[in-house]
């Protein structure tokens, strides 16, 4: 309720972006084709007009209808070159302190500032709230992030809680699940590496927990999550597990839905698929670098923005009913990769679909060491053993070749980075 007066004494905006991203998921394909076209018209001229990078790129002719042809001969843009240049795609529209400045995770390296308009930080709030409903997510309800501790006050507002811890253990676990219990959490937003181990922990002899819980959904985030290792979580907890592809850049890009298929946020990203070795559109509709416009994002234009991650499209329909397209997955990272013993590259996800759904493996990271043999780091569950490790090692080589050592350890935890994910591949330096 104060959710709402407030938004309705400053205008209502935040109910106009959850009803523009609600109807956006109800466009068939020429209705969306020109509302993304009229929306992409506006973030054009203005980028052309108020910043210094695209000041030149767009042309003045510009109409809605050659606005999806300007845009495909627009440079791709990097997060190197956006921190390179940074002040070159700043707005000039708003002076002073109208913009607000965020910073990715640094997963990837250093960490990218971001400047960020009043209107954009509220539709990224806008997604997480109705993204959150296809969870169970209700605003005024009380979520758990598990993240480093949020600000109190905002915390206090939004009914959020959060809890952190780098590795944990049996006792950080109980904690977890009193917090749950006690504060009646309707809705738990954690990566998979804590997710998996949570689970084991709630349904581990003697069973913990048994129907107490009352949470209503859980949204997984950042990691990859198999379809084998969902569904576990969810006899464990009690509630669908749905999954969420988001960057801090963009918001979110995607989300699944109740039939958990990934639907484009197309209220939000216009989305390309380009080849994974050139910047040319991927017309096979196989694994494809995920090239990313934010339609709403004015104080820094993010156009044509490489997130660094491959994704597969899918050609089909839905049946929960929504027409947006969707995705088929999320595969990885473009950097996320080894070189074999003959020199080829492969791709953290060609590894990942080798065992994403082999029985007894809960979550695993491969690493490229240091005297050229590769180790696969394996957290189990029920059905693990010894012929798992070699089913592992057989599979490895079909990707690396015959010649490659492939070691398998059994590992308790993974070591996260800063941020909290745990990357695919490793490499040792």
């Not at 390179?84 to 708003?94: G, L």
């Not at 240091?370 to 180790?375: F, K, L, P, V």
Request: hydrophobic letters at 35%; aromatic letters at 8%; one cysteine or more.
């Amino acid at each position: 309720m104060v959710f709402l007066l407030l938004d309705s004494l400053r205008g209502s905006r935040m109910r106009r972006h959850l009803a523009e991203l609600g109807e956006a998921q109800t466009f068939d394909a020429g209705q969306l084709a020109s509302w993304q076209e009229n929306k992409l018209f506006r973030l054009l001229s203005f980028a052309r007009d108020t910043t210094d990078f695209y000041g030149l790129l767009v042309p003045r002719s510009l109409s809605p209808s050659s606005a999806a042809d300007v845009l495909s001969s627009l440079p791709i843009v990097t997060r190197q070159l956006i921190r390179a240049e940074a002040a070159r795609f700043v707005s000039r529209a708003f002076p002073g302190r109208k913009l607000s400045v965020k910073r990715t995770s640094g997963s990837t390296g250093t960490p990218l500032a971001i400047w960020q308009d009043r209107d954009c930080s509220l539709r990224q709030k806008a997604e997480v709230i109705y993204f959150g409903g296809w969870a169970g997510y209700q605003v005024g309800a009380r979520y758990l992030y598990v993240a480093r501790n949020r600000p109190r006050v905002r915390a206090w507002l939004r009914n959020e809680m959060s809890l952190w811890c780098t590795h944990p253990d049996e006792r950080w676990f109980e904690h977890l699940a009193r917090q749950l219990q006690v504060h009646r959490v309707e809705t738990l937003i954690a990566h998979p590496s804590v997710l998996i181990p949570f689970a084991r922990y709630v349904s581990g002899p003697p069973a913990r927990l048994a129907g107490t819980l009352s949470l209503r959904g859980v949204i997984s985030i950042s990691e990859p999550l198999g379809d084998g290792v969902r569904l576990r979580i969810e006899e464990a907890l009690g509630c669908p597990v749905l999954r969420r592809y988001s960057t801090r850049e963009m918001g979110i890009i995607a989300s699944e839905c109740e039939e958990r298929r990934y639907h484009v946020n197309v209220g939000s990203c216009w989305l390309e698929y380009l080849q994974l070795d050139e910047d040319r559109p991927n017309l096979d509709g196989g694994p494809s670098r995920a090239i990313v416009t934010a339609l709403n994002s004015y104080g820094m234009p993010f156009i044509r923005y490489d997130t660094g991650d491959i994704v597969t499209p899918s050609p089909d329909r839905c049946t929960c009913g929504r027409p947006s397209p969707l995705l088929l997955g999320i595969q990885g990272r473009v950097l996320d990769s080894i070189t074999t013993p003959s020199g080829r590259r492969v791709e953290g996800f060609d590894l990942w679909a080798q065992l994403e759904k082999l029985r007894g493996v809960d979550q695993f990271q491969f690493s490229q060491l240091r005297d050229g043999r590769y180790q696969v780091s394996v957290i189990s569950g029920t059905g693990y053993g010894d012929h798992t490790e070699a089913q592992i090692s057989e599979r490895c080589r079909r990707i690396l070749g015959e010649s490659a050592v492939v070691v398998v350890k059994r590992v308790k935890h993974i070591d996260p980075m800063p941020s909290g994910k745990i990357p695919l591949i490793h490499r040792e330096q």
